[in-house]
């Protein structure tokens, strides 16, 4: 059964930086593409960034481009979410998703998700 653990997050003051990482087991993590999603208090989830098989392709939200940054590890099975100048804004529940098309950037186009992760961003 796959499985995909995020870690990594919590409490930052604002302009601070978090890395997250969300570590996958009982699947060929290479063939996945992967993608970080997020879902604030009262709102519905949205897509924040997502990187190809081989990590060459990648793609992110208005919101967080220039600040976020993802990549991935396939000898490691991993794949992260370095988060630059934080606002309180991003906020939220973050998730990450493995996906069979390379870069997908909606919800229904990944079928595996991890537990999600708590990011608090204070001002």
């Known amino acids: 059964q796959v499985q995909l653990v995020e870690s990594g997050g919590g409490l930052v003051q604002a302009g601070g930086s978090l890395r997250l990482s969300c570590a996958a087991s009982?699947?060929?993590?290479?063939?996945?593409?992967m993608g970080w999603f997020r879902q604030a208090a009262g709102k519905e989830r949205e897509f924040v960034a997502a990187?190809?098989?081989?990590?060459?392709?990648?793609v992110y939200a208005d919101s967080v481009k220039g600040r976020f940054t993802i990549s991935r590890d396939n000898a490691e099975n991993t794949v992260y979410l370095q988060m630059n100048n934080l606002k309180p804004e991003d906020t939220a529940i973050y998730y990450c998703?493995?996906?069979?098309?390379?870069?997908?950037?909606?919800?229904?186009?990944?079928?595996?998700w991890g537990q999600g992760t708590q990011v608090t961003v204070s001002s």
């Open positions: 998703a493995g996906s069979s098309r390379p870069v997908a950037t909606l919800k229904q186009q990944y079928s595996l």
């Open positions: 990187t190809s098989w081989s990590g060459g392709s990648t």
């Open positions: 009982g699947h060929t993590f290479s063939n996945l593409g």
